[in-house]
């Protein structure tokens, strides 16, 4: 079955630390891949999305991810944090072969220390 | 873009009884989800709901108990129905425009 995993739960930092988070699926195929962010109190927002060309993806507030297709990974980056990323951080996926159902990571909530 | 407006935000409710959560949205689309998110957990498809046609529900998730209506290319409804205590969770609508808006959510808690 498809799946996704994101294999920190909870991930705490101080401020200017940088961050990495990480994203695998179940198999591949041809794949759309997401990230989402939730803050505190706030619904979901997409902070980048991967659908072809660019392994490398730049999103909103300083994030990027990197495909890399053959470890079936979309790992999230940011060289330095900031307190005000303190959130929880969705990893996402759709398989072309799915009717491009979302399929959700379960979820790492970050912590920025001041 | 996508603006997604769900009633109601919040509720308690009463073992046994059902809830209708609403979904409106600013623009015609063709494909609008309902998600799940559960206590400390994340989000789980519940149904595809399409105009015109039947809602279709992933594993785990059946009609009678969330039944789904999609009058218009801006609606949707979601019913928890015979709500236990572990259906207590944010229920939230979502639109593929392009890429997947989701709304505020409905964060249900059942009694």
């Known amino acids: 079955a498809q799946s996704v995993s994101q294999h920190n739960h909870h991930v705490i930092l101080s401020e200017a630390a940088s961050l990495e988070l990480g994203c695998n699926y179940s198999?591949?195929?041809?794949?759309?891949l997401f990230w989402y962010v939730q803050y505190p109190g706030q619904h979901l927002q997409l902070l980048l999305k991967?659908?072809?060309?660019?392994?490398l993806v730049k999103g909103i507030k300083g994030f990027e991810a990197e495909f890399i297709k053959s470890k079936f990974s979309f790992n999230l980056r940011k060289p330095s944090v900031q307190w005000s990323d303190t959130a929880e951080y969705f990893c996402?996926?759709?398989?072309?072969?799915?009717?491009?159902?979302?399929?959700f990571g379960s979820g790492t909530r970050l912590l920025v220390r001041p | 873009s996508a603006v997604i407006s769900q009633k109601p935000s919040r509720d308690i409710c009463q073992r046994g009884t059902s809830l209708t959560i609403q979904c409106q949205v600013d623009?015609?689309?063709?494909?609008m989800f309902w998600y799940r998110q559960q206590p400390g957990q994340s989000l789980t498809l519940i149904a595809t709901?399409?105009?015109?046609?039947?809602?279709?529900?992933e594993s785990g998730f059946v009609i009678d108990k969330f039944p789904i209506s999609r009058p218009n290319l801006t609606f949707s409804t979601l019913t928890v129905s015979n709500m236990s205590p572990e259906d207590s969770s944010i229920y939230l609508c979502?639109?593929?425009?392009?890429?997947?808006?989701f709304g505020e959510g409905s964060r249900l808690t059942v009694l």
């Open positions: 979502s639109v593929d425009n392009g890429e997947l808006f």
């Open positions: 198999y591949g195929g041809t794949v759309n």
């Open positions: 991967y659908f072809s060309g660019d392994p």
């Open positions: 996402a996926v759709t398989w072309m072969d799915s009717s491009y159902k979302l399929i």
């Open positions: 623009s015609q689309v063709t494909m």
């Open positions: 709901a399409n105009q015109g046609s039947e809602a279709t529900y």
